[in-house]
């Protein structure tokens, strides 16, 4: 299975658009987005794939975001989601909340922990949790995404 990390889109749709090209060609199957999702623009442009969403420091209490995420057959799981794709536990979040972000990892609760917010792409084995932060879709130099083959947890950062 291919699953698609997106984060920090910060509702800008000329860049989330070349992000949705690039998935298309890496034919990934889901989505995360890791949050600062900006604009529910956003989440029409991310309509084709099932996505699971959390929220970010710039996205508020999700308000605008839950009826555009339901139509488009999405979840938004709040400020934290779990989820148990193809035999691994995942866990996202924003990562704005280092604490949490801190206590997730070190939980070795989780397969795979997601997240963003800082823009820069990460990818670091801590005890049997692989950290994953996609980098961004806006605001980085390079932009960039990351595709996770599961259930093997082979992540690749792609460029935009």
């Known amino acids: ?51 699971d969403y959390v929220l970010g ?23 934290f989601g779990t989820l148990e794709l193809a035999g691994r536990r995942i866990a996202i979040l924003h990562g704005h909340d280092t604490r949490r972000l801190r206590e997730t990892i070190a939980s ?5 922990v997601c997240h963003g917010h800082t823009h820069v792409r990460r990818l670091e084995q801590s005890g049997p949790t692989l950290v994953l932060n996609p980098g961004a879709v806006f ?12 259930p093997e947890l082979e992540v690749t950062h792609v460029n935009l």
Do not use: K
């Open 57 to 79: 420091n710039v996205d508020g209490d999700g308000r605008e975001f839950e009826t555009a995420i339901s139509a488009a057959g999405g979840w938004l799981h709040g400020q």
């Open 139 to 150: 605001r980085a130099n390079p932009r960039s995404i990351a595709v996770v083959r599961l």
């Open 1 to 51: 299975m291919l699953v698609g990390v997106i984060s920090d889109t910060h509702g800008h749709q000329p860049f989330t658009r070349e992000a949705v090209r690039m998935l298309e060609t890496l034919e990934v199957e889901r989505l995360i987005h890791c949050g600062d999702v900006g604009s529910t623009e956003v989440v029409d442009l991310l309509r084709d794939w099932p996505v």
């Open 108 to 112: 070795e609760e989780y397969d795979l």
